[in-house]
């Protein structure tokens, strides 16, 4: 009697495990095994962030591509932004990757660049032209393997977003629309959402029409001309303006037993240059 009375706890209690770990809200946050992301929420693009995406690609010499097909429309690819910032601190082997057509994205001729690059560096825009392009394709799976051989991925504004699980502000009608009709991003990091411009535009409560319908994960609001940069689980911000967490905790520098906040379910706190953040155990990083 004893025995089956333990057998039906130890059944109940693997039971109420497998069920916890599954529940929503329990979604853990992972960035990528190897390699780093650069995640900037566009506007300029100060020195910082772009020696920062140099240094991790292996410095001047280092294979880089770029690709602007966020931007959408007929792109000059003699003429594309970032690929001539690049240049301009002394980059020396920068290429241009871009298609609209995923038979082309599919083949080995179109993507025979990302095979030897140390970098890649995604454009703004609109995010859900990115997966309208790419996704499913052999360009999708060779920059995952660029990221797993040890390179650096980086983008900027829709090029941020895309870095992400789920795709903020995908909906190919406007880009107001937090969750539209494009809702999965490349992933490199998991549960996550990534939102870019928002101070800059005003968006700082826009992440909350995705968590309320999505609890489960990780928002991060990055301001322009700002970054983080992802390494494993964990990032730091540089750059000139603040990113915003949205975890459902408050932090402070001066503490917040005096302050009067709002529910966790609206609430978000700001870091700045030099700050750190765990986004496994969703705190930031204060040692």
Known sequence: MIIKYLQ????????????????PGNAVTTGPKKGSLVIAGGGRMGTEITEKFITLAGGRKAPIVVIPTAAGGEIDLENVWFAEQLKNYGATNVHILHTYDKDEADSDSFTKLLKSANAVWFGGGRQWRLVDAYDGTQTEKLLLELLNRGGVIGGTSAGATIQGSYLARGDTKNNQIMMGDHEEGFGYIKNIAIDQHVLARNRQFDMFDILKNRPELLGIGIDEST???VQGNEFEVIGESNVLIYDGTFWSREGSDLKTLPKKENVFYFLQSGDRYDMRDRKVITE
């Open 227 to 229: 970054a983080i940069v």
């Open 8 to 23: 039906i706890l130890i059944l109940l209690f693997t039971s109420a495990i497998f069920y916890g770990q599954n529940l």
